[in-house]
């Protein structure tokens, strides 16, 4: 089946780092993404991990990928009130002869001082 | 700058109207792809063309049309047989076929509100 898991809210302190987490079903993904959502704007890709990587990580951004458990997660270093934001979490299912992404709910990140 | 534009980004429709929301890239995608995003859900599909001229059903497709003319253009048709049509709507676009990880690329938005 077709489910890409998040929860749906997470409060962290300015500074703090903050951990999203994703849980999605299909284990024949090749890649799955995190997009990240700014009040009344479009989805930005903010990063992304290929199957046979465990971790990858960019600035502040570090993405942990557990296939046996089919768990993907972001850490976000020292958060800014600027990251605040909906985080999705979307993989990758060939259906049809096309590439579909399946995106999760999205998990609110809220940032206070 | 190369991207995409939605527009308008506010609409307000009568119910047993019909409306046409526009997309544009100028990415030079062959992929261009519609969703619904509804609060607390995820994006869901509603149509998606890999190439000009062709274009297929996604996943809630009832109530809506499109066209796929031009290759920089995919505008979406929001009919009086979708029964619950507010919602935001996002355009993307992507490489043929999830080529480069398949990155798709999205508008800003319209929000369509039925009055």
């Known amino acids: 089946g077709e489910d890409v898991e998040q929860s749906l809210f997470l409060s962290v302190r300015e500074g703090d780092s903050s951990v999203i987490n994703c849980t999605y079903t299909?284990?024949?993904?090749?890649?799955l993404y995190w997009y990240k959502q700014e009040p009344g704007a479009g989805l930005q890709l903010l990063t992304y991990?290929?199957?046979?990587?465990d971790m990858k990580q960019d600035q502040r951004l570090t993405v942990l990928l557990n296939k046996k458990d089919k768990h993907l997660s972001l850490r976000i270093a020292d958060t800014q009130t600027g990251d605040s934001a909906i985080y999705f979490c979307?993989?990758?299912?060939?259906?049809?002869?096309?590439?579909?992404?399946?995106f999760g709910a999205g998990t609110r990140l809220a940032v206070h001082p | 700058d190369g991207g995409i534009t939605q527009s308008p980004k506010y609409l307000f429709r009568k119910e047993g109207q019909n409306v046409t929301l526009s997309c544009e890239q100028n990415?030079?995608?062959?992929?261009m792809y519609w969703y619904r995003q509804d609060p607390g859900q995820g994006l869901r599909l509603i149509y998606y063309?890999?190439?000009?001229?062709?274009?297929q059903k996604g996943d809630i497709a009832e109530g809506y049309s499109v066209s796929r003319e031009k290759k920089e253009s995919f505008p979406l048709t929001v009919t009086s047989a979708q029964k619950n049509p507010t919602a935001f709507y996002l355009c993307?676009?992507?490489?043929?076929?999830?080529?480069?990880?398949?990155?798709?690329?999205f508008g800003p938005g319209t929000r369509l509100t039925v009055l």
């Open positions: 993307a676009s992507s490489t043929y076929r999830g080529q480069a990880g398949n990155e798709q690329f």
């Open positions: 299909d284990s024949s993904s090749t890649y």
């Open positions: 991990i290929f199957s046979n990587m």
């Open positions: 979307a993989e990758i299912l060939l259906s049809g002869g096309y590439n579909k992404l399946i």
């Open positions: 990415l030079n995608h062959d992929a």
């Open positions: 063309s890999q190439i000009v001229n062709d274009f």
